[in-house]
């Protein structure tokens, strides 16, 4: 038994040195430290810090994520980096990068929907409620004619012509003159009234505009390493999702704000309409970062 023991312990060293994830764990205890404090050092959740000391790389998103995760992990423990990379694609014998599955992009959920309905039917019964009290107002009758042409109807007597002539239409005169001074009272504070609603509309209308909202700007991206990147616009469109190689460019329009996600921040240079974009520091989580450009002026 005695014997067996250290054939066992000379074994299990042996597959810790053929072992990525062994070689980590050596080094880490060696240097007394624990997950823990390797956690809060590179900012990685210690669940990837255990699923590299013990070689499930599968547990990562994508194998970007292990190959940057391993480069920190090692660079932090004094290990040579691309040593720990080469040993990594002889242990996985990985060279192509999986195909990501695509998950449809929802736009709007149930609740927005319902308030867009509700909007809708609303809008609806105000359109009817206007057009129905346009329909039933009623129309002015011309009364003044009807009494004009009950006159003409009825011959005149032949023997008073000069009372024929003397018949007053011209009494409804001055009615007819105070019409438009009492008209014109009345107009004047409805002019004034709709000025200034109109004014008031127009100043309600360029206070709720915002002068960034769909402004198109020209995006460069420039990989200096791999990365996983994620990259949609104001129109929930989609422009750029996987995996960004190392020396490709990347070129295409954008409708602000634009939502980016890095999964190797330090490995991509950014450029908006020409000048240099660098990523947010607030915006990090180790190597990863998720931000925002909401403004047209760098």
């Not at 449809?104 to 927005?112: A, K, T, V």
């Not at 002539?165 to 014109?184: D, F, G, M, Q, Y």
């Amino acid at each position: 038994m005695s014997r067996d023991d250290p054939q066992s312990d000379s074994a299990d060293a042996s597959d810790d040195e053929l072992s990525v994830g062994g070689r980590l764990r050596a080094a880490r205890e060696a240097q007394t430290l624990t997950l823990s404090q390797i956690a809060a050092e590179l900012r990685i959740e210690q669940d990837f810090l255990v699923a590299l000391e013990h070689d499930r790389l599968d547990e990562f998103p994508a194998p970007v994520f292990a190959k940057g995760y391993l480069k920190q992990y090692g660079g932090l423990l004094g290990l040579d980096e691309s040593d720990l990379l080469a040993q990594y694609y002889r242990q996985v014998d990985v060279h192509e990068v999986p195909v990501m599955q695509y998950k449809p992009i929802r736009l709007r959920d149930e609740d927005q929907i319902r308030h867009w309905l509700a909007a809708g039917v609303v809008l609806v019964l105000l359109i009817g409620g206007l057009v129905a009290w346009w329909l039933s107002r009623p129309e002015a009758e011309p009364v003044p004619f009807e009494r004009t042409e009950g006159l003409l109807e009825e011959p005149p007597p032949i023997g008073t012509p000069v009372e024929t002539v003397a018949v007053p239409p011209t009494v409804t005169l001055p009615e007819v003159v105070e019409e438009p001074e009492s008209a014109r009272v009345v107009i004047g504070p409805a002019v004034e009234q709709s000025e200034s609603e109109q004014s008031t509309a127009e100043l309600s209308t360029v206070a709720l505009e915002d002068p960034a909202a769909g402004v198109t700007v020209q995006v460069e991206v420039n990989f200096l390493e791999d990365c996983w990147t994620e990259i949609s616009d104001a129109r929930g469109e989609r422009l750029f999702y996987g995996l960004g190689s190392a020396g490709a460019l990347s070129r295409f329009g954008a409708q602000l704000p634009i939502s980016i996600f890095l999964g190797n921040a330090s490995g991509v240079e950014l450029t908006v309409n020409g000048e240099s974009y660098p990523v947010p520091a607030g915006s990090r989580q180790g190597n990863l970062a998720r931000f925002v450009i909401a403004d047209s002026g760098v």
